[in-house]
């Protein structure tokens, strides 16, 4: 190799090198806004359904149904609050 090549590939590499350094914009967060959206929409449309089926025909859902739905979301937001939190703090402990 000639000199002016080796010092290209060094331009080369320290310029491959500085971009890795770099840190990239990551989103964050996503994940656990799209959860929370999709659960608040699950409970105001089976709320919705609910109150339609109450409404239309005088009747309304096995109550286990509703307290089994209600507990599925509860349990999932507060799993998702958890993470957060725990996340939360072992960040500031760093």
Same mark, same amino acid.
């Given at each position: 190799? =000639? *000199?002016? =090549?080796?010092?290209?590939?060094?331009?080369?590499? @320290? =310029?491959y090198l500085d971009r890795q350094s770099t /840190?990239?914009? !990551?989103? @964050?967060?996503?994940?656990?806004?799209?959860?929370?959206?999709?659960?608040?929409?699950l409970a105001v449309g089976y709320t919705g359904a609910c109150l339609l089926m109450q409404w239309a025909h005088?009747?309304?859902? =096995? /109550? *286990?149904?509703? !307290?089994a739905f209600f507990g599925f979301i509860t349990v999932e937001l507060w799993s998702l609050a958890?993470?957060?939190?725990d996340k939360n703090k072992k960040d500031g402990e760093k």
């Open positions: 190799m =000639e *000199q002016n =090549e080796m010092d290209r590939l060094a331009a080369d590499l @320290r =310029e /840190p990239r914009k !990551i989103k @964050r967060g996503i994940f656990g806004k799209v959860v929370v959206l999709l659960c608040i929409l005088g009747t309304s859902p =096995e /109550p *286990q149904l509703t !307290i958890k993470i957060k939190r």
